[in-house]
Antibody, heavy 123, light 108 residues
Framework: QLQLQASGPRLAKTSETLSLTCTVS??????????WGWIRQPPGKGLEWIGS???????YYNPSLKSRVTISVDTSKNQFSLMLSSVTAADTAVYYC???????????????WGQGTLVTVSS | DIQMTQSPSSLSASVGDRVTITCRAS??????LNWYQQKPGKAPKLLIY???SLQSGVPSRFSGSGSGTDFTLTISSLQPEDFATYYC??????????FGPGTKVVIK
């Protein structure tokens, strides 16, 4: 059974960089036809896709966050990471890591999610 | 960017009711539409993919329909465990997905 576990500091300071890591077990981040990504949800609000990477190594980012986001992967540890720079209170959210399954040749979907981790941005 | 809207934003219903939630895309997305259920403090759970395909393990009272720009999620007989928030998500622009704003289903 595939599992994703996000970890990292629960508190980030205004103007600094938020960093989270997602550890994948029961599967490989190098598996073909899967994207691995980050989604966030501000308290009481909806879901926002942050970015993803493809097994080939290509990364994709939400245009609204692109200038501040970096997603990287460590295949040796079966992990992928998120860095979001110059954070403000508006970046306070639950951050989820998730797998986007693109294997059925039709609609891709997020089928496995981590438990979510609340990161609070404060000065 | 493809924008997604949902209606209503919230609804109240009773156990046993038939519930319908609508999702609309800002441009045609064929059947590249998924539905998720989210309960408080939990990650979203995939219910329906490709507009009408039921994810494994999801009860058959959930169904999806639509194509193009207009889609619906129907719960045929609402159960106590179905009170949650439901999100649609377009995958037409994979790998740049976008989610709808959500519909909260509360107990009447």
């Amino acid at each position: 059974q595939l599992q994703l576990q996000a970890s990292g500091p629960r508190l980030a300071k205004t103007s600094e960089t938020l960093s989270l890591t997602c550890t994948v077990s029961g599967g490989s981040v190098s598996s073909s036809s899967y994207y691995w990504g980050w989604i966030r949800q501000p308290p009481g609000k909806g879901l926002e896709w942050i970015g993803s990477f493809y097994f080939s190594g290509t990364t994709y980012y939400n245009p609204s966050l692109k200038s501040r986001v970096t997603i990287s992967v460590d295949t040796s540890k079966n992990q992928f990471s998120l860095m979001l720079s110059s954070v403000t209170a508006a970046d306070t959210a639950v951050y989820y890591c998730a797998r986007l399954d693109d294997t059925n040749g039709w609609s891709s979907y997020f089928d496995y999610w981590g438990q979510g981790t609340l990161v609070t941005v404060s000065s | 960017d493809i924008q997604m809207t949902q209606s209503p934003s919230s609804l109240s219903a009773s156990v046993g009711d038939r519930v319908t939630i609508t999702c609309r895309a800002s441009q045609t997305i064929s059947s590249y539409l998924n539905w998720y259920q989210q309960k408080p403090g939990k990650a979203p759970k995939l219910l329906i993919y490709a507009a009408s395909s039921l994810q494994s393990g999801v009860p058959s009272r959930f169904s999806g329909s639509g194509s193009g720009t207009d889609f619906t999620l129907t719960i045929s007989s609402l159960q106590p465990e179905d009170f949650a928030t439901y999100y649609c998500q377009q995958s037409y622009s994979t790998p740049h997905p976008t989610f709808g704003p959500g519909t909260k289903v509360v107990i009447k």
